[in-house]
């Protein structure tokens, strides 16, 4: 009986963010020591969500396999920096951002050319459709191009903001981190962002069809 309580009190002091914390101490601490495994364990955990990230915030996504390479160049030679202040994904997805950032205002000064969406087709996850039918997956994929769209459409500050806290489903603390701005200022930028994208969505769908989608309040 004694045995059984003391398995109980073991299960119920499991704490799941001290454990996310151990691994990514365990993961950095391999990462310094040059171990090959750590590093295919980072580009399996992180390598499709940059990307996915990345792709959202360039003004071309046919940019992002250069960008993200750059990233987790740049992700190898910072790690032996990484002081365990923030969540290992916070400082990662706090570099990726950065470095959309630069290559934005580079791109901007160096080259001005527009992406067609049939080049985007990396951007729209078609890994659920096995059971639509041909017809829902067609719907289903251009309501995904309509929203990539008007993402795209978005200032990048807004941008930036609306796919960390709706797309990569971050926290508004985590998403302060990731950006270094005050919490309020977070909340703004997505709500105005939220808003946008609205008006945005609208702008692309005909009226009769017009969806009116009301931007969720920030708490």
Known sequence: MTDFLVTLDLTASFDPAAADAEEDRRLVEALREGGEEAYE??????QQ?????VARLLQDPGDAPDVVQDIFLKIFRKISGFRGQSSLKTWVYRIAVNEAHNHRRWHGRHRRREVGLEECGSLVDTSR????????TA???ESRALLEQ???ALSPVLR???VLRDVEDLSYEEIAEILQVPLGTVKSRILRGREALRAELEKRLAPAAAVRWAPQAVE
């Open 41 to 46: 364990t980072l580009l399996a955990r992180f």
């Open 49 to 53: 969500p940059v990307y996915n990230l």
């Open 129 to 136: 459709d096995g059971a639509r039918s041909p017809f829902e």
């Open 139 to 141: 719907v289903a994929q």
């Open 150 to 152: 008007a993402l795209a």
């Open 160 to 162: 930036e903001a609306v």
